[in-house]
T-cell receptor, first 114, second 112 residues
Framework: GAGVSQSPRYKVAKRGQDVALRCDPI?????LFWYQQALGQGPEFLTYFQNEAQLDKSGLPSDRFFAERPEGSVSTLKIQRTQQEDSAVYLC????????????FGEGSRLTVL | SQQGEEDPQALSIQEGENATMNCSYK?????LQWYRQNSGRGLVHLILIRSNEREKHSGRLRVTLDTSKKSSSLLITASRAADTASYFC????????????FGKGTKLTVNP
């Protein structure tokens, strides 16, 4: 596709529900990142994939958060038993090569947990 | 945790004026990047400056990097109302894994 695509754009969940957020990166991009952005703050790193390998998951806040990229393309961020503090915008970004060159971001998925 | 700190947190100027935003960071870096985010949208890459570079230009943007002071500045010249957005610096720390660490951002408002 032309850019990084994320779905859903908006998700409202009741506390305790599981949610899944999808990211479709730019075709051919090797690296994929997930960030969490709270209102009025900068993006906070969650996890990083190089192709299908999850090389860094140090930013995942708890074991309720799980990400995968099984075929090295589309990625899914899953949050189990959502809590109110999980409310945020979840941003996906991809880049062409390894390492930290220019990142291309999607529009984000805004999660609201009631 | 966030490595970069932008200053000021908010900036309001008139169209045609220049806008300067500063970023300070804590650890040695490979490169520093600036991104822009319109309200409710994703981030858009503006410019990347490597640790061995001191200044870089792109259109109306000028970025400086002072590694001795661990700081960078972004200058937008002849600002336009369409420049209204939040601006973030992001660093690629040396010796860390391959990820960008973002600051909290500067919210710029350009009044027509």
């Amino acid at each position: 596709g032309a850019g990084v695509s994320q779905s859903p754009r908006y998700k409202v969940a009741k506390r305790g529900q599981d949610v899944a957020l999808r990211c479709d990166p730019i075709s051919g991009h090797v690296s994929l990142f997930w960030y969490q952005q709270a209102l009025g703050q900068g993006p906070e790193f969650l996890t990083y994939f190089q192709n299908e390998a999850q090389l860094d998951k140090s930013g995942l806040p708890s074991d309720r958060f799980f990400a995968e990229r099984p075929e090295g393309s589309v990625s899914t961020l899953k949050i189990q038993r959502t809590q109110q503090e999980d409310s945020a915008v979840y941003l996906c970004a991809s880049s062409l090569g390894q390492g930290t060159g220019e990142l291309f971001f999607g529009e984000g998925s805004r999660l609201t947990v009631l | 945790s966030q490595q970069g700190e932008e200053d000021p947190q908010a900036l309001s100027i008139q169209e045609g004026e220049n806008a300067t935003m500063n970023c300070s960071y804590k650890t040695s870096i490979n490169n520093l990047q600036w991104y822009r985010q319109n309200s409710g949208r994703g981030l858009v890459h503006l410019i990347l400056i490597r640790s061995n570079e001191r200044e870089k230009h792109s259109g109306r943007l000028r970025v400086t990097l002072d590694t001795s002071k661990k700081s960078s500045s972004l200058l937008i010249t002849a600002s336009r109302a369409a420049d209204t957005a939040s601006y973030f610096c992001a660093t690629d720390p040396q010796g860390g894994s391959e990820k960008l660490v973002f600051g909290k951002g500067t919210k710029l408002t350009v009044n027509p």
